[in-house]
Every structure is written in structure tokens, then in C-alpha cells.
């Protein structure tokens, strides 16, 4: 095998929107970054994912100048709805929030319009990469592949993890050092994908005795519906009539005479898990995104929690390489720990709240039913709702 050297300043692991985001704002501020991914770039624009952006988020995505189409094509919603009881109550995001409002617009889009802002400035991103592994992270680190018959070795200052749940980097901190906290919950989401009319302008959340389900839109014209099932439960057992008969079941009437069905044109079951890996930081080494963190899609905390790793990185990375100044370097894990947890809460917080579980007993339901009812009733709960939401500072 013949071996290749490289050289970048940071290299990051994982070319989904945490790593594209993160290259495009350290390109902009002349800091130069190599991007690996394992899969293809249609593989990676082929995963459907969330929706829902924070401010914080898109204002991130308009400093990377990418955010032309997002402010274009993107809906602005100042509200959703909880559907329970078959009724309907509107939780006034702007009102409780002071203002602020959420942007739906797919992950799929929006990674698209970072490739192609990444592909404008030649950003180099490097695609179907095997075997990678990161050495000598406490020292001088370095980075190597494989790509076919040839081992790539990268030389670089500091090495991103943004590589996902699964990915190399979160594997590469030494155990005795990396501590692991995780919930798993005995449910999942299976989700579809139609090219129908949306059923309602804003998103529903439903808790509904059979289980939770949820009505969202990626566009005007492309719908995204969610139903609770069991973690039993396989894709081929739910052929798209069954599944939009049970959602059918779950919706307030007036929401269910409205749906419009069609074929699906993605359908996937995800289980539902909350994890947090502690420290996000190890040597030279700083784990972004799903790599550190995962949370229940309720709530839709995942892309924006990982958003925010993305900003502390950046202003950490910009301050070291233009001021000289490494208490941002120092201080990311703390930080971004901080807000993590934060979005965990928010996250098992509305999961439990929403979700029916099997096993629970009928003290747990009672407490469920009451935190609803006390949510609905109260303008200080709505805040609170509403302030996590639109997501919290960074």
C-alpha cells in the first residue's frame, strides 16, 4: 500500500451538517479544514432527519452565508399544537417566548446547501473514507484512512468528532477517562415521508391512549408524520394503509377528516434514547453532535443541541488562531455540557410527558395527566416550554 500526507489545521470527522457548518464558518475566517466522510455525498443527503431550527440555529446558518434558501424556502412557525382528549390547544411560541419563533426546514436541505456552499469555496471534503483512525491525540495529532489501496495520513492541530453515534471518535478517548450516561426507552418512532399536503399549518404533538403521534411538514407540499410503536415492531409491519388508519386513530377528528394519504416515500423506525458522553474534550480531540450527545426526537433538540457545539467550537477555534487566546478551547466541554444537559431535560421531559408506556403504573399516568393539565394552565410553564423551544442562548 502506498501512503499519501496531508495537512489542514483542523480535520474534521464526519460530513454531516455539524461537520459541513463547522468547515464552512472556520473556512470563512481563513482556517483551514479537511472534512472525511464514510459514506457518499448521496447517501448522507438521502437521510431523512429533522426540521425544526432554533433562531440561534438559523442565525448560524445565515453567518456561514448559507442561509439564502433557508430564509427563502423555510416556513416560519410561531406555534404548535398538543392534541389530547380529541382537542386541540395552541402553544403561542412568539407570546411565551418574547418574540422568538421556531424555522422549519428540512436537514436534508439544509445539508445540501452547506455542500454546495462548501463545493463554491472549494472546501475540501472527502468522501467513502475507510478505516479511520486518530493518533496521538494528546500531542500532535494526526489522522489516517484508507481509500482503496492507499492509507491517507493527515497531519493536523486539532481533530473534530462529528461523526455520529456510531462514528471512530467518541471510541478513540480512553475508557477510563469517558463516562456514559444513557436512557433507553421502550418505544420508537416510525415515520413517514409523503408528498401530500400537510394536515395543519403548524406541527401537532398528540398523546393519545393508543400512543403518541405526531404531524409535521417538511414544505407545502411534502408531510411528515410520526406514530409511537413498539421496539418489536419491524417497517414491513406496517404497510401504508395500516399506518395511516392507526394515525387516523390518534388525531382529534377534525385533524383526521382533513388527512390527506399518499404513497410513502421513506419510512423508518427509530428507537428512542437519551445519551450523554462526558468530557467532550479529550486532548486535541472535541466530540460535536451526535457523537457526544443524543436526545429523544421530541422536542426536535437534536440537530439544534448539536448547533450549538458547533458555535462554541468555532468562537474557540477562531480565538486561538487570531488572538492567541485558548479559555475558549479549555472551556468548551464545560460549556457545551451545560447546554446539553439542558436540552436532555427539555427533551425526557417532553417524551415522558407525551408518550404512553406500557409499563407504567397508574401513579406514573396520574403524574402525566397532571403535568399536562398544570402545562396548559399555566403561563409560567408556557414560558418554560416556550424559552426551550426556540432554543435557549448560547
Known amino acids: 500500500m502506498t501512503t499519501q500526507h496531508m495537512k489542514t489545521q ?7 451538517p455539524s461537520g459541513l457548518l463547522l468547515s464552512q464558518l472556520l473556512h470563512l475566517q481563513n482556517i483551514d479544514t479537511i472534512v472525511l466522510e464514510k459514506h457518499s455525498r448521496e447517501y448522507v443527503l438521502a437521510r431523512i432527519r429533522a426540521g425544526v431550527l432554533e433562531h440561534g440555529f438559523a442565525a448560524l446558518m445565515r453567518e456561514a452565508k448559507c442561509g439564502d434558501r433557508m430564509d427563502r424556502e423555510g416556513e416560519i412557525h410561531n406555534g404548535f399544537y398538543i392534541a389530547h382528549d380529541n382537542r386541540m390547544d395552541r402553544i403561542d411560541l412568539h407570546k411565551h417566548s418574547g418574540g422568538s419563533s421556531v424555522i422549519v426546514y428540512g436537514q436534508t436541505e439544509l445539508t445540501r446547501d452547506l455542500y454546495e456552499a462548501r463545493d463554491r469555496m472549494n472546501g475540501v471534503v472527502i468522501h467513502n473514507v475507510e478505516d479511520v483512525r486518530l493518533h496521538d491525540l494528546t500531542s500532535s495529532p494526526y489522522v489516517t484512512y484508507r481509500k482503496g489501496d492507499e492509507i491517507v495520513r493527515i497531519d493536523c492541530e486539532y481533530v473534530i468528532g462529528a461523526d455520529g453515534f456510531h462514528g471512530v471518535s467518541r471510541k478513540s478517548i480512553p475508557k477510563d477517562v469517558l463516562k456514559e450516561h444513557e436512557r433507553v426507552y421502550p418505544i420508537g418512532w416510525l415515520g413517514v415521508l409523503s408528498r401530500t399536503k400537510p394536515v395543519w399549518p403548524e406541527l401537532i404533538y398528540c398523546k393519545h391512549p393508543r400512543g403518541f403521534a405526531l404531524c409535521s411538514l417538511r414544505s407545502q407540499v411534502l408531510s411528515r408524520y410520526y406514530i409511537q410503536v413498539p421496539l ?3 417497517v414491513e409491519d406496517w404497510p401504508d394503509d395500516a399506518f395511516w388508519e392507526e394515525l387516523k386513530r390518534r388525531l382529534p377528528t377534525e385533524v383526521a377528516e382533513r388527512l ?4 410513502s416515500i421513506e419510512k423508518s423506525i427509530a428507537p428512542l434514547r437519551s445519551f450523554v458522553a462526558e468530557p467532550m474534550r479529550w486532548g486535541k480531540l472535541f ?3 451526535d457523537a457526544a450527545h443524543i436526545v429523544p426526537p421530541t422536542g426536535a433538540r437534536g440537530l439544534n443541541s448539536a448547533a450549538s457545539d458547533i458555535y462554541y467550537l468555532y468562537h474557540a477555534l ?4 487570531k488572538k492567541g487566546d485558548d479559555r475558549g478551547l479549555d472551556a468548551y466541554s464545560q460549556r457545551a455540557l451545560a447546554r446539553v444537559w439542558k436540552a436532555q431535560r427539555f427533551s425526557w421531559w417532553m417524551t415522558v410527558m407525551l408518550h404512553t408506556f406500557p409499563d407504567a403504573t397508574s401513579y406514573e399516568q396520574g403524574l402525566q395527566r397532571t403535568e399536562l393539565e398544570y402545562l396548559l394552565s399555566s403561563e409560567a410553564a408556557l414560558a418554560s416550554l416556550a424559552e426551550n423551544y426556540v432554543g435557549l442562548p448560547f
Open 287 to 289: 466530540l460535536a453532535g
Open 10 to 16: 483542523v480535520c474534521i470527522i464526519g460530513g454531516g
Open 318 to 321: 477562531v480565538d486561538h488562531y
Open 260 to 263: 390527506i394519504t399518499g404513497p
Open 232 to 234: 418489536s415492531d419491524k
